[in-house]
């Protein structure tokens, strides 16, 4: 593994069910970011963790959460889905802080019916 | 009003031209700035940092203009290969970073 991975790749979902998006790093940051990104509206920032044990929320928190229960996963869990959850998912890692630069997976592409 | 804002394009410029994109961003207390390239269908990855004093990497030069904050990219003798689109991104504090929607760059041969 080098970097960051995520799965799925993509995603049809149902409105109403639970789906976990999945992220894993391999450099041994200690920062880890869950962001959307919307057409016209850029990456927003969902959920972010600072170190192994602490999360926090960010611009768009509502109908998501985390966990970071070891240094290398961060699973975003949308526990109910709705069609305006239809986006593409990033997690990114940072060596620190998110003043230092994010390295971002590939993505989840999600589109809730 | 959104905290970082950037002309979201697209430019189409001819092969070997020059072109700059702006990004302004409301919050003063902002730290650190920098330039992500999207690919179509891809991750961002990163450019590079924007610093007080300016930068340069090869035929990219980046600035931070704090008096009137805005960060800007400039893009000399364009390639084809430097099609894509260029995110903006302003660390307002340790745990946050905004991102602008990007700026799409279409270099025509």
């Known amino acids: 593994i080098a970097g960051i991975t995520q799965a799925p790749t993509s995603q049809i979902l149902a409105a109403g069910r639970r789906m976990t998006l999945r992220c894993t790093q391999d450099?041994?940051?200690?920062?880890m970011y869950w962001y959307r990104q919307d057409l016209g509206l850029g990456l927003r920032l969902i959920h972010y963790?600072?170190?192994?044990?602490?999360?926090g929320k960010g611009e768009v928190p509502d109908g998501y959460s985390v966990s970071r229960a070891n240094t290398d996963d961060f699973p975003l869990t949308l526990a109910s889905a709705v069609p305006s959850q239809t986006s593409v998912y990033f997690c990114?890692?940072?060596?620190?802080?998110?003043?230092?630069?994010?390295?971002f997976g590939p993505g989840t592409r999600l589109t809730v019916l | 009003r959104k905290e970082v804002e950037q002309d979201p394009g697209p430019f189409n410029v001819p092969e070997g031209a020059t072109v700059a994109f702006n990004c302004t961003y409301s919050?003063?207390?902002?730290?650190?700035f920098f330039w992500y390239r999207q690919d179509c269908r891809k991750e961002p990855k990163l450019l590079m940092s924007?610093?007080?004093s300016g930068n340069e990497d090869g035929r990219f030069t980046a600035q931070l203009n704090r008096a009137s904050q805005y960060i800007s990219l400039l893009i000399r003798d364009s390639k084809l290969s430097d099609s894509a689109t260029y995110l903006c991104?302003?660390?307002?504090?340790?745990?946050?970073?905004?991102f602008g929607a990007g700026t799409r760059l279409t270099v025509k041969p």
């Open positions: 450099m041994r940051h200690n920062a």
């Open positions: 963790s600072n170190t192994a044990g602490t999360t």
């Open positions: 990114a890692s940072s060596d620190r802080s998110s003043t230092d630069t994010q390295y």
């Open positions: 919050n003063s207390a902002s730290q650190s």
């Open positions: 991104a302003v660390n307002p504090n340790n745990n946050d970073m905004r």
């Open positions: 924007v610093y007080s």
